[in-house]
């Protein structure tokens, strides 16, 4: 069995556009901070504002001026939750979530270089954060199938024996490896952080494409694997994503034994 490319093109996320991965943008210097009433903690927060915007030069610089604060990274941390405990009318969780690594400024460059690499590949592969949350070619397909299908009234799920045979019927939709099992597993979860870093809120799949993923996840139960190799990234896939424990793993790791391939 070969795989599907049909189900691969789908399951695709759109090629990056080097002139919009590439473009640069005029960043701006934060507007000092007065909001605290104490001059450390604002220049803190401020020097957090210019690692935020991700610019290397912006970065660096305050990353340099950090240096010149000598109280503990700990104190300022105190003290900031101090503030905030004041200033939500004594909420503890505020506080102590605020004050959490709030002097970790390396740790900050970190994680906005990332984010700013993460928004930039988002941009470039779908020209804008509003064409990232549309539906995409895979989105409307697996609607498309569940057209007709009501969702359970708790948890907005699909029966997942009435999506299996929704997607059955249609050859797009249809894995012939597990190899294409994990590579439509892969588009999910790159779509998922490409959202994420622009909406923690709406970075979901649609319903109809959920269904798919776990219909796919399923289909590791079924499909043969070609080679101990195939069967190794499966196993990989599993303890990678946190998949021992889900309810089909059992029938996916007899299948991958049964094919001839001990893992």
Sequence with gaps: MTDNQEFRALFSLPPIALSASKALATVQTPAPKNETGDRELDAVLWLRDCIQTAHPALIAAALEAFKKIKTPAKDLERRYSDYLMLASGGNPLAAALGGFDFANLEGLAQTSVKKKAQQDEAIARFGSEKALFELTPAETICKKAMRGLKR????????????????????????????????????????????????????????????????????????????????????????DKDGMDRNETPDILRNLIAGGWEV
């Design 152 to 239: 359970d009234k708790d948890w907005g799920e699909y029966n997942s024996e009435e999506a299996a045979a929704r997607f059955a019927k249609r050859p797009e939709l249809v894995p012939h490896t597990l190899a294409d099992c994990l590579y439509e597993q892969d588009y999910w979860d790159s779509l998922y952080w490409l959202r994420n870093v622009f909406s923690i809120y709406t970075s979901d799949a649609d319903p109809a494409g959920r269904a798919h993923d776990d219909y796919c996840f399923a289909m590791l139960a079924k499909i043969s694997p070609r080679s101990k190799e195939e069967a190794l990234l499966v196993y990989q896939h599993l303890e």
